[in-house]
Nanobody
Framework: VQLQASGGGLVQAGGSLRLSCAAS????????MGWFRQAPGKEREFVTV????????RYADSVKGRFTISRDNAKNMVYLQMNSLKPEDTAVYYCASGRYSLVSSSLYEYDYDYWGQGTQVTVSS
């Protein structure tokens, strides 16, 4: 399985970015897809997850109401729309393919078995 994240960049506080993640190599339809992020000097943290049918999602409290995850199974793509960005959102963002089908079981790094290379998001104040 290969995951390729893209769409990162430099944006001012209050701005928006849309991250994309292209998946290939296996039929990931039954698996959740998630986004994590890692800020400098900090551990990687959960951001959001979506199930195969897009009927269930979970968000970290820090991004709830500002970020939206979506997926297009026909294109093997996952997206992260980030609005009202804050300097504290600055991090490397990773997409990941989960081991399970339930979002409730997919909130930690060890719940994921394939990871993309990461894309840098920098939010200036």
């Amino acid at each position: 399985v290969q995951l390729q994240a893209s769409g990162g960049g430099l944006v001012q506080a209050g701005g928006s970015l849309r991250l994309s993640c292209a998946a290939s190599g296996r039929t990931y339809g039954s698996h959740v897809m998630g986004w994590f992020r890692q800020a400098p000097g900090k551990e990687r943290e959960f951001v959001t997850v979506i199930n195969w049918s897009s009927t269930a999602t979970r968000y970290a409290d820090s991004v709830k109401g500002r970020f939206t995850i979506s997926r297009d199974n026909a294109k093997n793509m996952v997206y992260l729309q980030m609005n009202s960005l804050k300097p504290e959102d600055t991090a490397v963002y990773y997409c990941a393919s989960g081991r399970y089908s339930l979002v409730s079981s997919s909130l930690y790094e060890y719940d994921y078995d394939y990871w993309g290379q990461g894309t840098q998001v920098t939010v200036s104040s």
